[in-house]
């Protein structure tokens, strides 16, 4: 089942109508390169659905929750050394801003912990 909304930016990446810089696709996912990078890999991956989060995702559609974990981790193998960040922002105060569930594949470099 397809659901779109069609005032969400994501879902126009998914449906071609705004460009971006795409690394993979499935039936359920399209991942591509973040506009504004923390990493030398940061790979967005989300569903081709609408779903505001990762936990509605889960509810809604197992099968596509997890294609998208298993996608972050073929881009975090492709481009990575076996490190890797995969972040899901959930609400605005833990600074999700598209509402449109993205898991941020980050890779390439140190980082810290805790997170900011
Ligand atoms: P959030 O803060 O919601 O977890 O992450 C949203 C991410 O989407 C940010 O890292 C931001 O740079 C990225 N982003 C926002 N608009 C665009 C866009 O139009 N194209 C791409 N490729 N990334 C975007
Ligand atoms: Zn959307």
Redo the contacts with the bound molecule.
């Keep these: 089942m397809s659901v779109t909304d069609p005032d969400c930016?994501f879902c126009k990446?998914v449906a071609g109508d705004?460009p971006?810089?795409i690394v993979s696709e499935t039936e359920h996912t399209v991942a591509?390169?973040?506009?504004?990078p923390?990493a030398p890999t940061?790979v967005?991956v989300i569903p081709r659905r609408h779903e505001p989060n990762i936990g509605s995702l889960a509810a809604a559609d197992p099968e596509a929750t997890i294609t998208l974990l298993a996608e972050a981790r073929s881009i975090a193998e492709a481009e990575g050394n076996g490190s890797y960040r995969l972040?899901f922002?959930t609400g605005a105060d833990a600074?999700?801003?598209?509402f449109h569930c993205?898991g941020?594949v980050l890779a390439g470099r140190s980082m810290a912990w805790p997170p900011g």
């Design positions: 930016l990446i705004i971006a810089d591509f390169r973040d506009v504004n923390q940061h967005l972040v922002n600074h999700q801003t598209v993205h941020h």
